[in-house]
């Protein structure tokens, strides 16, 4: 049975299938392993911090720090392989507790200092983009066999496509996630968070810890997609990755979660992700598309899902309660 | 009348103390400061730059103010800024002058903020998922009227607005305090404010109430439309330039944050356009020591972020809550028991 808070849901898929499928009659290439291969690798690290963010947004929040977190990550690993003889692995653990706290320590301003998250992550957003340029202004690369052996392990499949390690991360992060939303004390919480913060403590969760946890969380996703990201470029660069949390927002949305919390599913934002991904593959077989084009059809596709968002929800709720809603906002 | 200055002042105090503060940081790393010039019929100064420098957050935060105190938000104002910008450079580039330019850009940034204020008041979308639309897609426009290049211009009508002085003063300063006055004065002189306080507080009662939010609600988003352009069409006549890439990049940002230093509360209600100002200059006034103090710019985004977040806790409900139960705790020492069981305060919900 089709549950109307799973439509947006389905037509985030069927949007996709028929791009896809329409993009396949015109440009047959398309439809070849390769590009289906390249489009998860280019995009894991997007869809990594996109489900952090799909959590923060489902909880009612938004975190606008990630862009400068990945950032931070690729940085931060790039200098201390290249002054010190640690292992890559020991640095992704470093890094990624560093970005867990990071996550954590704003998760906490937000509920202690009963501060909006929108200012809060935004300060966190200068302080994480403010590190990185301390750390180093140059694009430091990255050389090491250890990044060369995590590169090399792909699977080749039929029709030259390359399945890269960091596209099976991304897809394990949205397998463990959806999981976790769904399936897991910690997810129902965050639902119940983005429902509504005084309905659920009345309902017994924990807010500071809820709270705490989503924020550490979406940090230590964003710190795992820096590492996604400097397996896919080699190199850490303190202006890399500007505005990459818009973009996750957008894939969030496209994907059917609201934003104003409560409703929404991590795997609508794994097909937001690809829809985003979908365009930009489009606009380079194209060739004769300007870059700027992909920025007006993604702002056009969010603007007719909120759209569909806000007919479905209307439709929903005009027929139980026709006169106490007229004016929420 | 005196009344009402001694209220505005009360309520703009720790905005200018923090000001004071942070202008006594510029004088203290840079002991010029305050040294004013009049060289080539017009004033020099790091005082003078502070205000000119901040011209494009404070034209922002003078329409996101009132965006904010209906409880909205309006993220697209630095990508309107960049559409006006490319706007008005493509005109006089076409050959037309710098007024029909101007015009032109007005008319583009009011269009925005109508499409914005349509999408909140009558679709009844959130509004920051509403100018999220126009923020993403913004860009993108202004590079399709820029084809992608940066358009420069020589105009002087045009160069004048960002470059220029009048009476010695930079353009600038003169337009964003002019504006700031006449929608203060619009919004305070008349029932204006108000009615916008009162949707923000509660809009399906300001409606029961009788006022048409819809329209209000449009005429705000309108207004910030209109702020956005102007600050566009000086940012490109300051570089003589329209960047569809770069002019107004994260100053939406800036402008949210100058209205929230302002004392004002994201969750609409009451505003002063007047702390908002404050709020735009102090942060320009951060910029400004950080340069000043000959750190290296390395630095400059971990202090700015470190500054501003010890001012966002300074002003954060529950610290003024715990500093509102210290002194009360330490008055009432000093009183009756039974005086001091009435004084115990009542939690303040909104910053």
């Known amino acids: 049975m089709i549950r109307s808070t799973h439509l947006p849901l389905l037509v985030t898929v069927l949007t996709f299938l028929v791009a896809f499928a329409l993009c396949g009659s015109q440009y047959p290439s398309m439809l070849t392993t390769r590009v289906v291969a390249n489009l998860l690798t280019d995009n894991a690290f997007l869809g990594i911090v996109a489900v952090g963010m799909t959590f923060v947004i489902i909880s009612g929040g938004i975190d606008l720090s990630v862009g400068s977190v990945i950032a931070f990550t690729g940085v931060f690993l790039a200098v201390v392989l290249r002054d010190t003889s640690l292992h890559p692995l020991a640095a992704f653990a ?146 890399a990755t500007v505005g990459v949390e818009l973009d996750a927002i957008a894939a969030v949305v496209i994907g059917g979660t609201l934003l104003t919390g409560g409703t929404g599913f991590v795997a609508g934002t794994f097909f937001g992700i690809l829809i985003m991904g979908l365009i930009q593959t489009y606009i380079v077989f194209d060739g004769t598309l300007s870059s700027w084009w992909t920025k007006i059809v993604i702002g056009g596709l969010l603007f007719a899902f909120i759209l569909l968002q806000k007919g479905l929800t209307w439709a929903t709720t005009a027929r139980r309660k026709p006169l106490t809603d007229f004016a929420a906002p | 009348m005196v009344h009402g200055f001694q209220a505005t002042l009360r309520r703009i105090a720790p905005q200018l103390i923090i000001l004071a503060v942070v202008l006594l940081l510029n004088f203290l790393v840079f002991p010029d400061f305050f040294k004013i010039e009049f060289q080539n019929d017009r004033l020099f100064g790091n005082l003078v730059d502070v205000f000119n420098r901040g011209a494009p957050t404070a034209l922002l935060c003078i329409g996101m103010t009132l965006v904010i105190a209906t409880k909205g938000i309006d993220l697209s104002v630095g990508a309107v800024m960049a559409i006006a910008g490319a706007t008005a450079a493509d005109l006089v580039v076409s050959g037309y002058g710098w007024g029909t330019a101007l015009i032109g850009a007005i008319s583009v940034g009011l269009m925005c903020g109508l499409w914005n204020g349509v999408l909140v008041a009558f679709l009844r979308i959130q509004p920051i998922v509403a100018t999220l639309v126009l923020m993403v897609a913004g860009r993108g426009i202004a590079q399709l009227i820029t084809e992608g290049t940066i358009l420069t211009f020589l105009n ?135 340069l000043l103090s000959g750190l290296p710019p390395e630095f400059n985004l971990v202090i700015k972020a470190l500054i501003i977040i010890a001012i966002l806790v300074i002003q954060s409900p529950t610290v003024k809550h715990a500093l509102y139960i210290l002194r009360a705790s330490a008055e009432s020492e000093a009183l009756e028991p039974a005086r001091a069981a009435q004084l115990t305060p009542p939690k303040e919900t909104a910053q």
């Open chain 2, 156 to 290: 002087e009508g045009l160069i004048h607005l960002g470059a220029g002085t009048v009476l010695g003063i930079p353009t600038p300063i003169l337009i964003w305090i002019g504006l700031g006055a006449i929608v203060t004065l619009g919004v305070r002189r008349t029932a204006l404010g108000m009615l916008v306080e009162a949707i923000g507080i509660n809009e399906a009662s300001s409606r029961v109430a009788g006022i048409n939010s819809r329209v209000l609600l449009v005429s705000v988003y309108l207004v910030s439309g209109f702020c956005a352009a102007i600050a566009g069409v000086i940012v490109a006549a300051d570089i003589k330039g329209a960047d569809a890439n770069n002019a107004g990049l994260w100053l939406e940002l800036d402008a949210i944050l100058a209205v929230v230093i302002g004392g004002n509360s994201l969750l609409g209600g009451r505003f002063s356009i007047t702390a908002s100002l404050i709020g735009a200059l102090i942060i320009q006034s951060v910029n400004s020591v950080i």
């Open chain 1, 94 to 239: 470093l890094v990624l507790s560093l970005t867990v706290a990071f996550g954590a320590a704003m998760g906490a301003i937000i509920h202690y200092l009963d501060m909006p998250a929108f200012i809060v992550t935004l300060a966190g957003m200068f302080l994480a983009r403010g590190l990185a340029y301390v750390l180093s202004t140059d694009s430091v690369p990255i050389t090491h066999e250890f990044y060369d052996f995590l590169q090399s392990l792909y699977w080749k499949a039929p029709g030259g496509g390359r399945f890269r390690l960091t596209g099976v991360i991304m897809l394990l992060t949205f397998l463990i996630g959806m999981i976790m939303a769904h399936r897991t004390r910690f997810g129902q919480n965050v639902y119940a968070l983005g429902g509504g913060a005084q309905t659920a403590k009345l309902m017994g969760v924990p807010l500071a810890q809820t709270t705490i946890r989503i924020y550490a969380l979406s940090g230590g996703l964003a710190g795992l997609a820096g590492i996604v990201f400097s397996l896919y470029t080699s190199a850490g660069y303190s202006l």
